[in-house]
């Protein structure tokens, strides 16, 4: 991809070169809700809506759409779910209780409710189908025909990647009981648009699945055949889908070959990590969901630690220290956004971070800063930007922030000082009486005062440090003081 251009629009570019003029373009993505949404997998869906807005941006008009495959069966019981659920293996996750065991609510409507609360927050708003839905009204019953019709066809594709080669009578279908609701059946017979079963639990049965919707296309089948239906033209997917014989390479032979309709463009992503820490698994409870990252990253800046790095690139999402770094570039980036100093690149990669643009600059205080604004509870007067931040700052102080970067003001002085250190306290204390100060003229008066004690100025600040927090490192120390208040350092002071 070109780095003269901002990675989502080089795409749109290629589906309207690709895909031709259209009156309307399709973008999609999806996940099944079989537990948690983790932060890896919100990587598909803001690729996609990065797309979608760069071809709007363009002046196209564009149907984002978010599938929710909740007519997949519940295949296992994540760890954070209560064991008995085992019970519901086999069932479509539309029809699992919910895990908080709240009537009307399903497995599946509880986890898909919670993620698109938190989309919302980050400025992502799709259009929403939940394929339970779509089953259950036969919306797929002649594609789903044309797929057994051609199922020679799907057979010698999916056998092409297999090492063991599917079976001459099989079917590229799920059928669930009517009575228990698992798929644990056999179907018997298939007569046009007719099919009787018999299922572990004894029921049997003869459906019409234009009228009952009890059935569903298996995953490798079901994709194209969905992009057939909603005429997609453009869909993500992870490293997964995208090797040689992924489902990605075998869902457009079967696209094309069967449903008569050519692939989307297609764009892999790469998996993202936690610093330090491994890939995500819902199933081995891995999970870091996209509200965990939200308690920390401001909607804006979430945004922009992905749009910075391209799909096919890996990263990995921080929560030490680079966390303020983030926040910085950010802020830099929205400055010269201001200033009109940013080439194209950067230009789109804030568009995109922010979305809604306002008229003039937010007056944001810096992350760093906030760090000593928070734990002094100074926080009161901020505009309601830095409070928002301020929040983001206090969740990231009690959950993540190293040991060093907190402090308390001390009440009494702990620490012993040589006769040096002393003198030059009291001379700090002293000056503080005497004088009003800016920063720039306190951060003077400390070396004014290190070269009358004849003491090393490293010295000096450690000695500060651990009168004032107790430790021997802390804030940049003379706006520090001026934060604390001058009165509550002299008194503090007063006692050496």
């Known amino acids: 991809m070109s780095e003269k251009f901002f990675w989502a629009d080089q795409i749109a570019e290629n589906i309207i070169k690709q895909k031709g003029n259209k009156k309307e373009y399709v973008c999609a993505s999806g996940i099944t809700p079989s537990g948690q949404i983790h932060i890896g997998n919100f990587r598909e869906i803001i690729t996609t809506d990065m797309v979608v807005r760069a071809l709007r941006d363009k002046g196209k008009k564009v149907r984002f759409i978010y599938s929710w495959d909740d007519y997949d069966r519940f295949r296992k019981v994540p760890v954070n779910i209560d064991p008995s659920f085992e019970k519901y293996l086999g069932m479509p996750v539309s029809e699992v209780p919910s895990p908080t065991g709240k009537k009307g609510e399903s497995y599946a409507k509880f986890f898909e409710k919670d993620f698109e609360k938190s989309l919302k927050k980050v400025f992502i708003e799709p259009e929403y189908i939940y394929q339970n839905e779509m089953n259950k009204k036969c919306k797929y019953a002649k594609l789903i025909k044309k797929a057994l019709d051609k199922k020679e066809i799907i057979r010698k594709i999916l056998n092409k990647y297999r090492r063991e080669p599917l079976k001459k009578d099989w079917l590229p279908l799920t059928l669930y009981c009517e009575k228990c609701y ?10 046009d648009y007719e099919i009787t079963y018999e299922c572990a639990c004894g029921h049997k049965d003869k459906i019409d699945f234009r009228k009952k919707g009890l059935i569903k296309l298996q995953w490798r089948v079901d994709w194209p ?6 005429k997609v033209d453009f869909e993500p997917g992870g490293a997964d889908h995208s090797a040689a014989g992924g489902s990605f390479d075998t869902g457009k032979q079967i696209a094309k070959e ?12 790469e998996w993202i990590k936690i610093k330090g820490g491994k890939a995500f698994s819902s199933s081995i409870g891995n999970i870091l969901t996209l509200d965990d990252v939200e308690e920390i990253y401001e909607p804006e800046v979430l945004r922009y630690l ?13 929560f030490d220290l680079d966390v303020i770094k983030i926040y910085e570039d950010f802020d830099a980036l929205e ?8 080439n194209k690149m950067q230009k789109r990669m804030y568009e995109m971070s922010v979305v809604n643009i306002p008229k003039k600059q937010p007056k944001r205080v810096s992350f760093r800063h906030l760090i000593t604004l928070v734990q002094l509870k100074k926080t009161k007067d901020l505009n309601e930007v830095s409070k928002k931040r301020a929040e983001k700052v206090k969740n990231w102080l009690d959950k993540y922030a190293d040991e060093n970067m907190k402090f308390e003001i001390q009440e009494k002085i702990k620490f012993p000082f040589s006769g040096k250190e002393k003198k030059a306290l009291i001379e700090l204390r002293e000056a503080l009486k005497t004088k009003e100060f800016s920063a720039e003229e306190l951060f003077n008066e400390f070396y004014t005062i290190c070269e009358k004690i004849n003491i090393k100025n490293t010295e000096f600040f450690r000695a500060a440090y651990q009168a004032i927090i107790g430790k021997e490192k802390g804030p940049r120390l003379a706006e520090f003081i001026l934060l604390i208040g001058k009165d509550k350092i002299i008194k503090l002071l007063e006692q050496l």
């Open 182 to 191: 698992k798929d644990s059946t056999k179907i018997l017979n298939i007569k």
């Open 258 to 269: 069967v449903f008569n309709y050519p692939a989307p463009m297609y764009q892999m992503y």
């Open 225 to 230: 055949m969905r992009w057939t239906y909603e």
């Open 306 to 318: 992905f749009c910075g790095t391209k799909p096919k690139s890996a990263f990995q999402i921080s």
């Open 335 to 342: 400055r010269k956004y201001f200033e009109r100093k940013v």
